[in-house]
Nanobody, 125 residues
Framework: QVQLRESGGGLVQAGGSLRLSCAAS????????MGWFRQAPGKEREFVAA????????ISADSVKGRFTISRDNTLNTLSLQMNSLKLEDTAVYYC??????????????????WGQGTQVTVSS
């Protein structure tokens, strides 16, 4: 079992920044690739970014490229998402997720094994 807990969400004006964190406990953190997903009301959960267990390689959705940065600290068992230049359409519940490493990063929610409870990000005009 891996327990994940997000924090750092809130209300921010368009153009502003937020940093989300995800604290992991349980099994070995470095055995898992980690990802961020988001879900807006009435929409399906969508991929935001993912990072390899080592942290050496990341991928991100086109909609957040150049604005969001995923990172991890394997000494602290934490995952982060730095979000800059936030837009109204970034409003959603953000989830961190863990995927037992199988050699490739996944953008598909059902391939992730463990999920946090989510944190709300609201971007206002």
């Amino acid at each position: 079992q891996v327990q994940l807990r997000e924090s750092g969400g809130g209300l921010v004006q368009a153009g502003g920044s937020l940093r989300l964190s995800c604290a992991a406990s349980g099994r070995t953190f470095t055995a898992y690739a980690m990802g961020w997903f988001r879900q807006a009301p009435g929409k399906e959960r969508e991929f935001v970014a993912a990072i390899r267990p080592s942290g050496a390689f990341t991928i991100s959705a086109d909609s957040v490229k150049g604005r969001f940065t995923i990172s991890r600290d394997n000494t602290l068992n934490t995952l982060s998402l730095q979000m800059n230049s936030l837009k109204l359409e970034d409003t959603a519940v953000y989830y961190c997720a863990a995927n037992l490493w199988a050699g490739r990063l996944s953008t598909t929610p059902h391939e992730y094994d463990y999920w946090g409870q989510g944190t709300q990000v609201t971007v206002s005009s």
